[in-house]
């Protein structure tokens, strides 16, 4: 698909009729066009304001609201990690996707981002030709998609503070009715791995619940997150790190060992075969799903096949439903099922997929997941 083919059913007017406000922040004239572009041949979006380094992004803000920030990491004058703090504070429900290309110190420098407030991170392809199928149609792809959820989060979160600039009060017509949660028993069960799907908000949500599940679970732990190569490395460094448990990017025909955690690498898909051995990973370069690879879905359909009704998954915040369908075979073999709630969810696209459907024994908020998973893990249920 080409950046500049307009995506069928994407609608990112809001309910008032306004489009998605953004700022581009970027040192490079011929990106600041490029993502304009690819933005502006998209129903919905209106580019407000652009910058070549942190400080005019500030200045900017300060004189206009604004909904998204796609902003660069290397810029003069001031970089994008340390604009970040400064243009929270001056609106602090303004997202910000952090663009870089992919190397292991834009990783880091990424994973850095998103604790300091950014919300989303995308890679920046090699080149912006529109016939390289796999660099500058994905990332047009992505960002569009990227920039449409988080400008309709910034703006569902109402009136906020744009320097001296109020925002418009965008309303809902009508009162939305939440549509009741269908929960199952959780099985009475130990389960034999625990699997982990995450995207957008992840690599927080992950820290955060791998913290309180530590390393003395008598399960190994597989995780799926969509991350490109190269971040996917320092998020498994960083868990390890953080978290003190033994946590590793996966690799090909690595054997699962109880207490550790193994992290699908970027643009692989992580499945797995039973050996002699044991459960061993298998990466595979097999087609994306649900435009992501690695995709959650495969790695919970790849459990299946061997786990059956062993399995305990657990969905975190992330845009779109991947891992809707892995998890559905999960659950109706007789495996457990948890999701991360919507009040403490980055984006509840997965999270909320499989709780609508009536898939999850337990939905609940972020800092309860950890000590749930514990206590399933043991066998004695919720």
Same mark, same amino acid.
């Given at each position: 698909m080409s950046a500049t083919t307009p995506l069928s059913g994407v609608d990112t007017q809001n309910e008032a009729g306004l489009p998605c406000r953004v700022m581009i922040a970027d040192d490079s004239i011929v990106i600041r066009g490029w993502i304009r572009r690819a933005l502006e041949a998209q129903s919905g979006f209106r580019i407000v304001s652009t910058a070549a380094d942190g400080q005019a992004a500030i200045d900017a803000l300060r004189?206009?609201?604004?909904?998204?920030?796609?902003?660069?990491?290397?810029?003069?004058?001031?970089?994008?990690?340390?604009?970040?703090?400064q243009l929270k504070a001056i609106d602090a429900g303004v997202q910000i996707i952090m663009a870089s290309t992919l190397t292991s110190k834009n990783a880091e420098i990424s994973l850095k981002a998103l604790s300091l407030g950014a919300t989303d991170y995308i890679p920046k392809p090699q080149t912006l030709k529109d016939n390289d199928l796999g660099g500058a149609q994905e990332f047009g792809r992505d960002l569009v998609e990227k920039v449409r959820v988080?400008?309709?989060?910034?703006?569902?979160?109402?009136?906020?503070?744009g320097g001296a600039v109020a925002r418009p009060i965008v309303r809902p017509k009508a009162p939305v009715e939440k549509k009741?949660?269908?929960?199952?028993?959780?099985?009475?069960?130990?389960?034999?791995?625990?699997?982990?799907?995450?995207?957008?908000?992840?690599?927080?949500?992950?820290?955060e619940v791998i913290k309180t599940m530590g390393s003395s679970l008598s399960q190994p732990v597989v995780i799926t997150q969509h991350m490109p190569p190269s971040f996917t490395t320092i998020l498994a460094e960083h868990i390890a790190r953080q978290c003190e448990v033994s946590c590793k990017e996966?690799?090909? $025909?690595?054997?699962? %060992?109880?207490?550790?955690?193994?992290i699908a690498p970027g643009d692989f898909h992580m499945t797995f075969v039973? %050996?002699?051995?044991?459960?061993?990973?298998?990466?595979? %370069?097999?087609?994306?799903? $649900?435009f992501c690879r690695p995709a959650v879905d495969v790695m919970m359909r790849s459990l299946g096949e061997i786990y059956r009704n062993k399995i305990l998954a657990v969905i975190l915040t992330g845009m779109?439903?991947?891992?809707?369908?892995?998890?559905?075979?999960?659950?109706?073999?007789?495996?457990?099922?948890?999701a991360q709630d919507e009040a403490?969810?980055?984006?509840?696209?997965?999270?909320?997929?499989?709780? $609508?459907?009536?898939?999850?024994?337990?939905?609940?908020?972020? $800092?309860?997941?950890?000590?749930?998973?514990? %206590?399933?893990?043991?066998?004695?249920?919720?």
């Open positions: 004189r206009t609201p604004v909904d998204v920030i796609v902003l660069d990491i290397e810029m003069p004058v001031m970089d994008g990690l340390t604009a970040i703090p988080l400008g309709d989060l910034a703006r569902r979160r109402g009136v906020r503070m009741k949660l269908v929960l199952r028993s959780m099985p009475c069960f130990k389960p034999e791995i625990i699997a982990i799907g995450s995207s957008t908000g992840g690599p927080q949500a992950l820290f996966a690799q090909d $025909n690595d054997v699962l %060992k109880p207490g550790h955690y193994y039973r %050996k002699p051995e044991g459960s061993v990973v298998k990466l595979t %370069k097999d087609p994306p799903e $649900n779109g439903q991947d891992g809707l369908k892995g998890t559905q075979g999960i659950v109706e073999a007789g495996g457990g099922l948890i403490t969810s980055v984006v509840w696209g997965m999270p909320g997929a499989v709780a $609508n459907a009536g898939l999850c024994s337990a939905v609940l908020p972020l $800092n309860a997941i950890g000590a749930a998973v514990k %206590k399933a893990a043991t066998g004695t249920g919720l």
